[in-house]
């Protein structure tokens, strides 16, 4: 149903960009957060797995969460986002933000499996849920039906859903009840979204993402989501409020979703609020506060690298250090969330940069607080706020330790600047 990148980019334009780059575990041994299938199946919400076949074994229970560092990463330490779907990562992030959020879903759905390795699987979670059978056809996208639900309230709040008592015409419906005047959402840019909806099959409201305050952060039309959410977002305005009816090959298909009492030929309606909408090369802008006399100077190169020049003389550091280049406007990043960065790293030593997410036009996402960055990025990152320009200065105990890696030497201190573009509720990559 969804067309399956082979990087973070356009389908095919490029291949995997983690694939070129050496990576290795994090020191340490690390713990993991073990939950058994049926847990995993009952939480996941938007797009369970399947039932085995009879006869069948169970399942080997898959890793939720763990601090041991995963394989095939980036030099920085950081895992890249999948270069394809069919990953164990959709269906635990799901978890996650069920988790992180309380009772509050989210919009992620387990993907189908296109028989690609990922280059941040591990082999401890080498087991993945089998794919789900084959959907049905998603019906094309129309901007109006004979019969609707109507909508009351503003942007930016819970929206009152009022359904008709005639059932609804299969339609696929993306109605835009409220045109924004902020950037276009193309495929492949990342999106904060919030929405509201119910079950217009059953009357039933479901619960959307106003509880959580937390908006929904994620690529469109990357197949990481129902259909209904995936495509409705291309081509609007963030800004926008979107009026959604999603048939059921636009939302679970034949399967429904039994944790969330979605039935098999159930039909849904979404309105969903786009707040921001970010193209994978975006980078900020604005005066730049120099950093102190003891941290590396920054050059500010647009869309390209910056120019990090150590300062001679300055003693290695032992713990983290930090500096707001550019004070952002947006709210305080929480353990747990999905952010949103461009990036650049340096040795601190000589100011050779060994890796940046702008050499390769593409934002970085990953979950802070949960040990899939070094330390000192989760440390670093977490508590800033959406928009800042962050420069850390990231000491070898909060990085790689004594193991090398790539370019890094052992023992190395980093130096970071980390663009914050977004920040929200999103699957664990």
């Known amino acids: ?47 369970q797995a399947p039932a085995r076949p009879a006869g069948e074994k169970d399942e080997e229970p898959q890793v939720f969460a ?96 009022a359904l008709p008592k ?38 039933k409201e479901i619960e959307g993402s106003y509880k959580s305050g937390k908006p929904q952060l994620f690529q469109a039309g990357a197949g990481k989501l129902i259909p209904a959410l995936d495509q409705a977002v291309t081509g609007h305005k963030a800004g926008s409020r979107l009026l959604v009816v999603a048939p059921p090959a636009a939302a679970f298909g034949s399967q429904g979703s039994s944790g969330m009492g979605v039935g098999a030929k159930d039909t849904l309606v979404f309105v969903i609020d786009i707040k921001n909408a970010t193209a994978p090369d975006t980078v900020l802008s604005g005066d730049m506060t120099a950093p102190p006399a003891d941290m590396p100077k920054v050059k500010d190169n647009g869309k390209k690298p ?19 280049l550019i004070q952002g406007k947006g709210r305080k990043i929480e353990a747990g969330e999905k952010v949103l960065v461009q990036y650049t790293g340096a040795l601190y030593k000589d100011g050779k940069v060994f890796d940046s997410s702008l050499k390769r036009g593409q934002a970085f996402t990953f979950v802070t607080g949960g040990g899939g960055v070094i330390e000192g990025w989760d440390k670093g990152i977490t508590g800033q706020t959406v928009g800042s320009r962050v420069e850390l200065v990231i000491p070898a105990s909060l990085a790689y330790k004594d193991q090398a890696q790539g370019d890094i030497p052992a023992n190395s201190t980093l130096v970071f600047v980390i663009d914050i573009l977004d920040a929200g509720v999103g699957a664990q990559d």
């Open 1 to 47: 149903m969804s067309e399956k990148a082979s990087s973070p980019g356009e389908a095919g334009t490029a291949a995997d960009p983690a694939a070129a780059r050496p990576g290795g575990p994090l020191p340490g041994d690390g713990e993991s957060i073990v939950v058994p299938p049926a847990i995993l199946k009952q939480q996941a919400g938007w797009g």
């Open 66 to 161: 763990s601090t041991v560092r995963r394989k095939d990463l980036s030099e920085a330490g950081y895992d890249e986002d999948p270069p394809g779907a069919g990953r164990l990562g959709a269906i635990l992030g799901t978890v996650l933000a069920v988790l992180l959020v309380g009772s509050c879903i989210t919009l992620y759905m387990v993907n189908k499996d296109d028989g690609k390795s990922s280059a941040a699987s591990t082999p401890d979670a080498a087991a993945t849920a089998s794919p789900p059978p084959s959907a049905d056809p998603v019906p094309p996208i129309k901007d109006n039906a004979k019969v609707l639900p109507t909508v009351t309230g503003e942007f930016g709040t819970k929206a009152t859903i």
């Open 166 to 203: 005639e059932a609804s015409d299969g339609t696929f419906v993306v109605k835009e009840l409220k045109s924004g005047d902020g950037a276009k959402v193309d495929k492949n840019t990342w999106v904060t979204a919030d929405f509201s909806a119910m079950n217009w099959s059953t009357g």
């Open 306 to 324: 910056a120019d990090i020049t150590p300062v001679p003389g300055t003693p290695e550091v032992k713990d983290l250090k930090s500096h707001v």
